[in-house]
């Protein structure tokens, strides 16, 4: 009797560790065509709206997935690929806000305040890409994001009947962890999305994002950086005077 209950659990574990990579499966191919790799391939759009994370795993060292999702909108900004990035993430704790950090880096790169906004209530995938609908007016816009996270993004949108799509930054390497607890994450989203149906934790009155601002005289072109560039950037930027390296978790 003992052995007929093990045997009916693990094969109950097994037929819905199949199901959920199914699933997993479908959630990409669905979503596949509105993914662009490619920045030249990538339609125009009049909003670039970045999904936050934090930006150091733990003192003094960066978030890699942080670092290129940064650096794809200023690439995608930088193009004329958007005329304006919606900044949305977690804003929790009074110590913890990851769209002023973003909007702090944005700036030192080169990005005018005036072409930025913030959304300080994307506690959730799912808060984020329905706000951009529904509070701040913004149909058709590209998403921000590494590609696991672009295909979960747009799973929302598509089945809210919101039109996006998204451009795949770089994901950094050994990413096994992050991709299994994705899988769950899609489980938690087509939960969401079928069966408990729910909703942003806030929504609030319409902020539509303004029409595009342009900036008069001469203007600085910062061009794409490739992510083999951007740490080459970062290499020389951390060499001290001397031409070696500074102290780890040494200040700009």
């Not at 339609?43 to 960066?62: A, D, F, M, N």
Request: glycine letters at 8%.
């Amino acid at each position: 009797m003992l052995k007929r209950l093990i045997y009916s659990l693990l094969a109950l574990l097994i037929l819905i560790l199949g199901a959920a990579l199914l699933l997993d499966r479908w959630i990409s191919w669905r979503t596949a065509p509105y993914i662009y790799e490619n920045i030249e391939e990538l339609p125009e759009s009049h909003v670039g709206v970045v999904l936050g994370t934090s930006k150091y795993v733990r003192t003094g060292v960066i978030n890699q997935y942080y670092k290129f999702r940064i650096q794809g909108a200023l690439n995608l900004y930088n193009s004329n690929k958007v005329s304006y990035l919606l900044l949305s993430g977690d804003n929790a704790q009074l110590s913890y806000n990851e769209p002023i950090t973003m909007r702090k880096d944005l700036i030192a790169g080169g990005v005018p305040s005036s072409d930025i906004v913030l959304d300080y209530a994307g506690f959730r995938t799912l808060d984020s890409i329905i706000r951009t609908r529904k509070v701040f007016d913004t149909n058709g816009f590209t998403i921000i994001t590494q590609r696991f996270h672009c295909e979960r993004a747009l799973l929302i949108a598509l089945h809210s009947g919101i039109k996006a799509q998204c451009y795949a930054v770089p994901s950094p390497k050994n990413m096994f962890t992050v991709r299994a607890r994705e899988v769950i994450a899609r489980m938690g989203a087509l939960s969401d999305l079928y069966i408990l149906k729910r909703e942003p934790r806030f929504l609030g009155p319409t902020v539509p994002i303004p029409t595009p601002y342009s900036l008069e005289g001469d203007v600085q072109d910062y061009p794409a950086v490739s992510p083999e560039q951007l740490f080459e950037l970062e290499d020389a930027a951390n060499e001290g005077p001397s031409g070696g390296r500074q102290p780890a978790g040494a200040g700009k």
